[in-house]
């Protein structure tokens, strides 16, 4: 008789415990962090006075510090402090990732909540134990990367190379013929075009001896001058 009604209850209760099991929260931000820092929280205990000035305490103050970590992502820059005590070392209580203390250059993967990222902080097992929780002190919107136009690649001339060397040829006396390796090309004074390369220059007329020379033309301009001898009668 009472078997539906309990039947009921405890499919009820199941249900209500499933839905009631707490989803493992995800870490989709992602951030290099990019420098360090520390945050410094100071407590002053203040003089106490007395009646007449006099004075029956002394100020004394420490000064404890925290570790900050400043995190950019590909749109915000953050300024992260750790939630953790802080310490009276100078270097401050630092948070974890992964396990080992968080460094310059570390990539993190965070969840954001108010005003809080939280780390998650793996088991003995790496399952997902507790989390890393670091305040935000600042959140600024990350600087565009300005794309810097590279430079235009120099423009290169392509220039024949000028193997061409002009021969000015003259003569004392002038109107000699002059020959270049061998075949007539003028008289004297003249200016002519040679290849690149050894060539031998003639210049002779009657009555004179023969001039000659030998050069290695590589472009530019070449003066000859013949100074041509009489020949004995």
């Not at 006075?49 to 970590?69: A, D, M, P």
């Amino acid at each position: 008789m009472y078997m539906p009604v309990l039947s009921v209850v405890l499919v009820g209760i199941l249900a209500g415990i499933a839905f009631a099991k707490k989803e493992p929260n995800t870490y989709p931000e992602e951030g290099r962090v990019i420098g360090t820092g520390t945050t410094e929280h100071t407590r002053t205990n203040g003089s106490i006075f007395g009646t007449g000035g006099t004075t029956n305490g002394s100020v004394s103050s420490r000064s404890k510090y925290t570790h900050t970590y400043k995190v950019q992502t590909a749109t915000k820059v953050f300024e992260l402090d750790c939630g953790k005590e802080a310490m009276f070392h100078s270097t401050g209580a630092e948070c974890l990732s992964g396990g080992k203390p968080i460094q310059v250059g570390d990539v993190i993967h965070y969840r954001i909540e108010k005003d809080n990222a939280y780390l998650p902080l793996p088991d003995q097992n790496g399952m997902q134990g507790e989390e890393e929780k670091l305040r935000i002190l600042s959140a600024e919107a990350a600087e565009a990367k300005k794309e810097t136009p590279s430079a235009p690649a120099p423009q290169v001339q392509q220039v024949a190379e000028n193997n061409v060397t002009k021969l000015s040829i003259a003569s004392t006396p002038a109107g000699a013929d002059i020959e270049v390796d061998g075949g007539f090309v003028g008289n004297t004074p003249s200016t002519i075009e040679v290849a690149a390369g050894e060539h031998s220059v003639t210049v002779s007329k009657n009555g004179y001896k023969s001039w000659e020379r030998k050069l290695k033309a590589s472009g530019g301009s070449v003066n000859l001058n013949a100074q041509l001898e009489a020949q004995a009668k």
